[in-house]
């Protein structure tokens, strides 16, 4: 079962290959690029590699505009360098992950541009189409302040289409079975060449009822059972990772309550939360969050992440918690985005507090889910915020102190390299943190090893345990007779917390354990923004914990 359920202990990296690492000198990253960087993943305890969108695109989204979903942009590479990609991934032990971008195309791809030409098309019902503009035209827009509307007209159709993003990426009609059809068969392309699962961008877009005449979208949910099988009759363990920030009440919905739907779903409740309760240092809503999306079918896993490639989105906090996050972690305008949340990445938000920066990151990889990295997090990396909306934070890789940060040859990336400041590449890079015993980079490298060996994390019964101190929180995770326990301190004051537990608590990552007394108290103080990582039992019981497991 273990074995099966990968993705239950996985580390998961996220990374753009436009820019991760040129290999020739044109100034876009590329798969034999990023091929000479799997050994440095590798290192870090990834265990599976998420790539953002890198299909044939006009790239005026990220590549989330794909215009040829069978193949890869040229700028990256071919076919055949995607291929040796995911082998010598493979052969270190890594698994793939690609976007699966199916809400939409680009108003580039044949598919469309057929469509708009030719009323007979086949693909003209693969799209969403009205001959007046709908009434409420106006709503639903997934970019306030920067989309105007979710319908455009095309002179040549003599027609309005939806696009629930952008007005340059129509929406698929995924009611169509023939668009369902393809759907299939551009996963079970993927799966063909390597890949071992899927982050389906926009879910419950692209399982909604779509069109003029649909006021209220309805969610089709057997899709997903649709998805789910094609990957188990092509590829037995391949996944799917699903971006739904839905609430806590549809969740199972999506994984399906025999847990025959989705394998994966992003916690965007658990996410904001812990930004509210990093802001504030009150862990109570956080922990409300954790309870909530608690109930899960076995099979079901959740996959945990501070920032990834879009905004911090606070959408669903209260107004009063939201504006509490903005003015911590994004108090001026140009750093909001959407009305909805924050366009900067984690170490600019922290201040680059290096006491922050663990505990953020220590939270993560101990709540109850699997830990999705974002690139260049591991060292610290900072933001451009001269750079249009999200792109921001979306900058190339900085791996050494040459040129670009050793990124590109090219005399100008594509994306400029931060070269400024106190996250420019001069001071934040790869090469320089390896070096240094007590970088950011070492530090990540030995807590996810750590985590890693903790079963206790994706397998076991987790509780949030009380204290008197809401600034504190206490996880106790129990699995096949063995118990961890994790405390963190989200206030900017040194804390000492009392509780009763019988057995003394072995620190895994220092020296500093704790045990009992006559009564099983135990009492540990928690410096400012301080955590602790503890198993229960003594260390010569935790020396022979794999004969106790069997594991």
Not at 19 to 36: E, K, P
Request: aromatic share 12%.
């Amino acid at each position: 079962m273990i074995n099966d359920l990968w993705y239950k202990n996985a580390v998961i990296y996220c990374l753009s290959v436009a820019t991760f690492q040129d290999s020739n000198g044109d100034g876009v990253g590329d798969f034999q690029g990023l091929g000479r960087r799997l050994d440095y993943l590798q290192g870090l305890g990834v265990t599976a590699v998420w790539l953002m969108p890198f299909q044939t695109s006009p790239g005026r989204d990220g590549g989330y505009d794909i215009s040829d979903y069978y193949n890869v942009d040229p700028r990256f590479g071919t076919l055949g360098d995607f291929v040796e990609f995911t082998h010598a991934a493979h052969q270190r032990g890594m698994r793939v992950l690609i976007d699966l971008v199916v809400n939409h195309t680009s108003d580039q791809h044949p598919w469309f541009r057929d469509a708009c030409r030719d009323p007979a098309s086949k693909y003209r019902d693969w799209y969403v189409w009205s001959k007046t503009r709908p009434a409420n035209a106006d709503e639903g827009m997934v970019f306030p302040g920067v989309q105007k509307s979710t319908w455009s007209y095309e002179k040549r159709a003599k027609a309005w289409y939806f696009h629930r993003f952008y007005d340059f990426q129509p929406d698929l009609d995924t009611s169509n079975p023939y668009v369902q059809a393809e759907i299939l068969k551009i996963m079970g392309f993927w799966t063909q060449l390597g890949v071992s699962g899927f982050r389906m961008d926009a879910v419950p877009f692209v399982i909604a009822t779509k069109g003029a005449d649909v006021p209220k979208p309805k969610e089709q949910f057997d899709m997903l059972r649709s998805f789910r099988e094609l990957l188990q009759w092509r590829r037995g363990d391949a996944i799917i990772l699903a971006e739904a920030n839905v609430l806590p009440k549809d969740d199972l919905e999506y994984f399906g309550e025999d847990g025959d739907r989705l394998q994966m779903m992003f916690n965007f409740q658990v996410n904001q939360n812990l930004f509210y309760a990093l802001a504030s240092g009150d862990v109570r809503p956080l922990a409300a969050a954790m309870l909530k999306t608690k109930p899960r079918p076995a099979t079901g896993q959740w996959a945990l992440f501070l920032r990834n490639h879009d905004e911090l989105d606070l959408g669903r906090l209260t107004p009063k918690q939201r504006e509490r996050v903005f003015a911590e972690f994004g108090p001026d305008k140009d750093m909001q985005l959407y009305d909805r949340g924050i366009r900067r990445r984690l170490a600019p938000m922290l201040r680059n507090d290096r006491r922050r920066l663990e505990l953020a990151y220590s939270l993560m990889l101990t709540l109850p889910g699997t830990p999705v990295l974002r690139y260049g997090d591991e060292i610290g990396m900072g933001d451009n915020l001269a750079l249009p909306e999200r792109e921001c934070a979306r900058t190339p890789m900085q791996w050494s102190t040459e040129p670009h940060g050793g990124f590109t040859d090219a005399r100008r990336p594509v994306t400029p390299v931060i070269k400024d400041g106190p996250f420019g590449y001069p001071h934040v890079n790869v090469a320089q943190q390896r070096r240094d015993p007590g970088s950011f980079m070492n530090w990540m490298e030995r807590v996810v090893r750590m985590r890693k060996e903790i079963l206790e994390v994706p397998w076991g019964d987790v509780e949030v345990l009380p204290l008197d101190d809401n600034a504190v929180l206490m996880v106790r995770y129990t699995w096949r007779g063995n118990a961890v326990v994790f405390l963190h301190n989200l206030a900017d004051a040194p804390v000492e917390v009392a509780f009763v537990l019988p057995s003394p608590l072995t620190n895994v990552l220092s020296d500093n354990h704790s045990k009992p007394d006559e009564h099983g108290h135990h009492q540990i103080m928690l410096e400012p923004y301080g955590y602790r990582w503890f198993r229960e039992g003594g260390l010569g019981y935790i020396l022979h914990r794999k004969e106790v497991d069997g594991v």
